[in-house]
């Protein structure tokens, strides 16, 4: 059964840093991994989708990579701004039963 | 807008009423999915639809039961629910199951449920 851990469970950071976000899960066969942002009372906004074959991808100031045989992938973003304060979720498709898989999501706030 | 829109926005209702949660996709896609995301858990699927048939029921109580009339609309019917059924409940959808392609799901904005 695939597991999907997301530490820190909430970070602060002031504006213009560069950070790191860590999503870890047990599975290796991984068929992709996706971020989602999440901000309150709101539903879950895709931000990037990276599939087994990948090792990163690349939306503006956001960059995921994937490892599959550590079983990690990170987010960073750079020169953060307050308008990236949100919670990011990572999941996972598991090819193996065939269902993403949820982390608890990592809450991050920007200060100005 | 994510083309995913869900009425109500909040609903409170006592353990004995009956009432209904409705999704609605201006997409174009082909399945849809109902999560429930609890706090300081992670989402579960409840159910999934691909071109209005259930492909797949995460074991989930039947005082929950979902309705696809048609490839754009998702119904999730409430019942007897009880203190902890309490969530956001999040619709989305996806072009094809997400376990045949690598598409992202789009999701809406949730139902927040409060069952007193």
């Avoid at chain 1, 539903?43 to 939306?59: A, D, K, N, V, Y």
């Avoid at chain 1, 750079?78 to 949100?86: E, H, K, N, R």
């Avoid at chain 2, 392609?101 to 949730?110: I, L, R, T, V």
């Amino acid at each position: 059964k695939q597991e999907v851990t997301q530490i820190p469970a909430a970070l602060s950071v002031p504006e213009g840093e560069n950070l790191v976000l860590n999503c870890s899960f047990t599975d290796s066969a991984i068929y992709n991994l996706q971020w989602f942002r999440q901000d309150p009372g709101k539903g879950l906004t895709s931000l990037l989708l990276i599939q087994s074959s990948q090792r990163e991808q690349t939306s503006g100031r956001l960059n995921a990579s994937l490892d599959k045989s550590s079983g990690r992938s990170t987010l960073y973003i750079a020169a953060s701004q307050p308008g990236d304060s949100a919670t990011y979720l990572c999941a996972g498709l598991s090819g193996g039963y065939q269902k993403v898989t949820f982390g608890i999501g990592t809450k991050l706030q920007v200060i100005p | 807008e994510t083309g995913v829109t869900q009425t109500p926005r909040h609903l409170v209702m006592g353990m004995t009423n009956k009432k209904s949660l409705k999704c609605e996709q201006h997409l174009g896609h082909n399945a849809m999915y109902w999560y429930k995301q609890s706090a300081k858990k992670p989402l579960e699927l409840m159910f999934v639809y691909n071109f209005k048939e259930q492909t797949e029921n995460n074991s989930v109580p039947s005082r929950f039961s979902p309705e696809c009339p048609n490839s754009s609309h998702l119904f999730l019917h409430l019942h007897t629910l009880q203190p902890e059924d309490s969530a956001l409940y999040l619709c989305a959808s996806s072009q094809d199951l997400v376990s045949n392609s690598n598409q992202p799901q789009h999701f809406g904005d949730g139902t927040r449920l409060s069952i007193l």
